[in-house]
């Protein structure tokens, strides 16, 4: 499976921006996609994930990120709304078939896509 991240961009604090995760080479409904974040200096860190038709949110962004999966286009977007200082980093997307208990790890994913900036602006 190849993964291609889109979407990132400079946006003011309280702003919206919406990332894809489009899929090829696989079939991308059969596995567990999740975002992760990797700010300048710090270790790459969860942030949503949906697997089997369910929703794992970090805290940080619940309430206000929303992942959701578009069958039709292999494609799963993470609409990302009061956007925050702090959620600047660069956005990556994986795949894999975890088990429950290691959604939030990075090991258990095993595709990985190049990743997007997002920069938000105080």
């Known amino acids: 499976v190849q993964l291609q991240a889109s979407g990132g961009g400079l946006v003011q604090a309280g702003g919206s921006l919406r990332l894809s995760c489009a899929a090829s080479?696989?079939?991308?409904?059969?596995?567990?996609v999740a975002w992760f974040r990797q700010a300048a200096g710090k270790e790459r860190e969860f942030v949503a994930t949906?697997?089997?038709?369910?929703?794992y949110y970090h805290d940080s962004v619940k309430g206000r990120f929303t992942i959701s999966r578009d069958g039709a286009k292999n494609t799963v977007h993470l609409q990302m709304n009061s956007l925050k200082p702090e959620d600047t980093a660069v956005y990556y997307c994986?795949?894999?078939?975890?088990?429950?208990?290691?959604?939030?790890?990075?090991?258990?994913?095993?595709?990985w896509g190049q990743g997007t900036e997002v920069t938000v602006s105080s």
């Open positions: 994986g795949a894999g078939r975890p088990i429950l208990s290691t959604i939030m790890r990075t090991s258990a994913y095993g595709y």
């Open positions: 080479g696989g079939t991308f409904s059969d596995y567990t």
């Open positions: 949906i697997r089997m038709g369910r929703t």
